[in-house]
């Protein structure tokens, strides 16, 4: 649990005749991570090409044509039965059923585009003539008129005025056929020798044209009834396709899914191999396998293919730099915090996992910051509706709704702690305290996780450096003995100056603290002593002094600023309780004799405390987490364990 999994080098060899069921049975038991070995091909082999690389092209391909598909069908991809097929599928075996069901579904879509355009099409006509209705003339009447010219369209009804002004010089006739609120559908004529002047005042006044079409006969009413029974039309029509793809949906629907593992299964097993090392008669396959599970994956190789040769070799944490895939092994009921980890960075292999570490501190930080026992029973509810996967739009968020409960059972508890539900702070008793009315206690409460949460990550990094057998960073880094011992001596030393009680004389700290200050300093050259490096001390040694102190120096301030950190858990805590009561004022105000504006108002407002601080404070738990916690030990940059397999896993 605290380590990843360990791990074993497999390389395989094996006759060209079993290429194929070794490369099946390796993706049937999914447990090998492959290594590319394609670089270990003979010139003469790699003159003929690679047909295997050609034929996983192909069937990648096909496999976007038959998601294409059923994206069009409105059909989700899902897990299928196999029925022992895993082999690869002949490529002119399933294009044409492809190259058919293509067919079939560009007539539907396809009349479906020409219906839809020609739907928005008429919906832009009707923008531009409903301001017509009800005005009762004949449309036909102005159009190509012999001596009149007419613009018709809607003006700014306080620009009206403007209008009539610009054109006192020459005849027309301004009508008013529509107002409605600050805008009036007007038709402007006049005479067509002055039509350049009636459109300069037109513009200025920013009369908008209305561009009527070719079709417009009749008056606008009459239009408008004939467009919106068309516009129906396209409606219907379009939903008689939906329909049709529907069904075609549920007539194809379990071919669609059939044929897709088939050909994806097809592509994954000729991606692999062509990754795979080739001699002239022989196959080379090298990759990782978990230890405990090489017996088992020997003895299934051995008895698909007879001449096989297994050559295994097998590397102890810490004492050889190998590429090694991370296969992170959690219980499930830890596993949603493993993603918090690996968004983090992927554990490196020679190091502890922390997700079992985070599945603890992270839910209890978050927890002594959203301390309410109402509000932590609707987040736990949230978060079980998450990982459900009932909500379809909400499906991505699956994985963190285990963390989310988690984070709410553990506000519930604070909540007890701190005798508040839903923002009454008088109906439960507090069986800690209340922040708003102990706000030194929570601060200590802060400090007190502060403490805590650095000192494990200082003995996580110490057990790291143990497992990677660095012994003089285990004894003398910033983050091994000699920082430990320095930072647990300057707490103890302000803990017994401000408590005033000295269970350990100060003389005996300050040693402690001096000799963990010079193990620090000089924690480079120490280094290079006990792993036998020289020079001890690389340049001058007055520079290296300089140097060393301003690392010190800044190893002091990196301690002080992470403890006074966590007195952000106080004050998210004393902020929770202040946002409940800025909406019990709010409340009060709406209703002061407590009807239903004021339970509506609380309701309103404990929604808003879980959806928007619960944001808030799950960010600052995080930075917590990333920052103060995993800067102490964690490395990272490990490789993902992918095994070879034909099933997604549960995490893809």
Request: hydrophobic fraction near 45%; charge should be neutral.
């Amino acid at each position: 649990m605290f380590f990843p999994e360990a791990m074993t080098r497999v390389r395989l060899i094996i006759p060209a005749r079993d290429l194929l069921a070794v490369t099946k049975e390796l993706a049937r038991q999914g447990i090998m991570h492959p290594i590319d070995g394609s670089q270990l091909v003979p010139a003469k082999v790699q003159a003929t090409g690679n047909s295997w690389a050609e034929n996983a092209a192909a069937y990648a391909s096909l496999e976007r044509r038959i998601q294409g598909i059923m994206q069009t069908v409105g059909l989700e991809e899902k897990p299928v039965s196999t029925d022992g097929e895993s082999g690869l599928v002949p490529f002119d075996e399933v294009r044409p059923s492809v190259e058919q069901m293509e067919r079939e579904v560009s007539q539907s879509t396809e009349q479906r585009e020409r219906v839809q355009k020609r739907l928005e099409q008429m919906h832009a006509v009707f923008e531009q003539v409903e301001p017509l209705a009800g005005i009762d003339i004949s449309m036909t009447a102005l159009r190509n008129p012999r001596y009149t010219y007419s613009i018709l369209g809607i003006i700014p009804t306080a620009n009206i005025d403007r209008l009539r002004t610009s054109l006192e010089r020459i005849p027309f006739v301004l009508q008013n056929l529509r107002q409605e609120e600050d805008r009036t559908v007007v038709l402007l004529t006049g005479l067509k020798r002055n039509a350049d002047i009636l459109e300069r005042a037109a513009r200025s006044a920013y009369l908008n044209p209305l561009n009527l079409p070719e079709t417009f006969a009749g008056t606008p009413g009459e239009y408008i009834a004939s467009l919106q029974r068309e516009m129906e039309e396209a409606r219907k029509e379009i939903a008689q396709i939906e329909r049709d793809l529907s069904r075609l949906r549920d007539e194809r629907g379990e071919q669609l899914q059939k044929l897709l593992w088939r050909v994806r299964s097809s592509r994954i097993l000729a991606e692999a191999i062509a990754r795979f090392g080739r001699l002239r008669y022989t196959y080379v396959i090298e990759g990782w396998v978990p230890s405990a599970k090489l017996d088992d994956f020997s003895r299934r190789m051995k008895r698909v293919a007879h001449q096989i040769v297994i050559d295994t070799f097998s590397f102890k944490r810490g004492t050889e730099k190998q590429n090694v895939p991370v296969a992170l092994k959690n219980p499930w009921f830890i596993r949603p915090f493993q993603q918090l980890v690996t968004n983090y960075s992927q554990p490196n292999y020679d190091e502890i996992d922390p997700t079992f570490i985070l599945a603890i501190t992270f839910p209890l930080i978050f927890g002594a910051m959203f301390g309410d026992v109402g509000q932590g029973i609707l987040l736990a509810a949230l978060g079980s509706l998450l990982a459900s996967g009932r909500i379809k739009a909400l499906r991505g968020l699956a994985t963190l709704g285990g963390v989310i409960v988690a984070c709410g059972l553990a506000a519930t508890l604070f909540g007890f702690f701190y005798g508040s539900i839903f923002g009454f702070e008088d109906i439960l008793p507090a069986l800690l305290l209340q922040p708003m009315h102990n706000v030194f206690q929570i601060m200590a409460l802060g400090v007190g996780f502060g403490f805590v949460s650095i000192s494990i990550g200082y003995l996580v990094a110490i057990l790291n450096h143990w497992t990677s057998r660095n012994w003089g960073r285990l004894l003398f880094d910033a983050h091994g003995v000699a920082g430990l011992v320095l930072y647990w001596s300057l707490v103890a030393l302000a803990v017994e100056v401000i408590a005033g009680i000295h269970p350990v004389p100060l003389i005996l700290l300050a040693f402690s603290a001096l000799i963990g200050a010079i193990g620090v300093m000089f924690s480079e050259a120490l280094e290079h002593l006990v792993s036998g490096h020289r020079p001890v001390v690389e340049g001058g040694i007055g520079i290296y002094v300089v140097g060393s102190f301003f690392e010190l120096f800044e190893n002091l301030i990196s301690l002080l600023s992470n403890s006074i950190s966590h007195i952000r858990v106080a004050a998210f805590a004393v902020a929770h309780v202040g946002l409940s009561a800025v909406f019990f004022i709010l409340a009060n105000l709406v209703s002061s004799s407590h009807g239903a504006g004021y339970w509506l108002v609380l309701v309103i407002g404990n929604l808003f405390i879980v959806g928007f601080e619960g944001v808030i404070v799950s960010i600052q738990t995080m930075r917590l987490e990333y920052y103060e916690f995993f800067s102490k030990f964690f490395t990272g940059g490990g490789m993902k364990y992918e095994p070879l397999t034909l099933q997604p896993t549960a995490e893809d």
